[in-house]
């Protein structure tokens, strides 16, 4: 029984930064990999990145700018976003795999454990 709180969201104008925090409780097994997806009104949840098997994956639009980062021993994973664009906003969600197989990190499917999400909103 995971529960997953993400938070950190915030309005900042173009080029501004943000970190974000999603703190894990309730788990009891180890979660395999962490992922963050963001969400826009009328679209499919969509990845942004991912903590998996010791390695990180980001999407191609984020590549450069995010950075996921895992905290193990206060069962927290954070999202550094730096230069933000208009199109970063969403709402922001994290997620855990628990377990282990294939790393279909991209996949919201794949996931077991959902946060609330967060707000993003990022001005020109």
């Known amino acids: 029984q995971v529960q997953l709180v993400e938070s950190g969201g915030g309005l900042v104008q173009a080029g501004d930064s943000l970190n974000l925090s999603c703190v894990a409780s309730g788990r009891t097994l180890s979660a395999y990999a962490m992922g963050w997806f963001r969400q826009t009104p009328g679209k499919d949840r969509a990845f942004v990145a991912s903590h998996s098997g010791g390695s990180t994956y980001y999407a191609d639009s984020v590549k450069g700018r995010f950075i996921i980062s895992r905290d193990h021993g206060k069962n927290t994973v954070y999202l550094q976003m730096n230069s933000l664009k208009p199109e970063d906003s969403g709402v922001y969600y994290c997620?855990?795999?628990?377990?282990?197989?294939?790393?279909?990190?991209?996949?919201?499917?794949?996931?077991?454990?959902w946060g609330q999400g967060t707000q993003v909103t990022v001005s020109s």
């Open positions: 997620a855990e795999k628990r377990g282990y197989g294939s790393s279909s990190y991209d996949e919201v499917s794949w996931y077991d454990y």
